[in-house]
């Protein structure tokens, strides 16, 4: 598993790539990084990994995006 410089540091494409080949037990962790950073990030660019995407709605039950 990628460290949290290394998760923040690489491209958005990248990250996708990354975040696709991930098992749910890597999702989560790497979910509760981005949600204990304090940096302001666009969550729409992280919705594009269709795995994270996946993950989310099987771990809530559903997405719920607001604007």
Do not use: H, W
């Not at 991930?22 to 660019?45: C, G, T, W, Y």
């Amino acid at each position: 598993m990628k460290s949290k410089d290394e998760l923040f540091n690489m491209p958005i494409v990248e990250l996708r790539q990354y975040m696709n080949s991930l098992s749910n037990p890597e999702i989560q962790e790497v979910a509760k990084i981005f949600e204990e950073d304090d940096i302001e990030r666009d969550p729409l660019e992280l919705l594009t990994a269709s795995k994270l995407f996946d993950y989310m709605k099987y771990a809530n039950g559903a997405v719920d995006i607001e604007f």
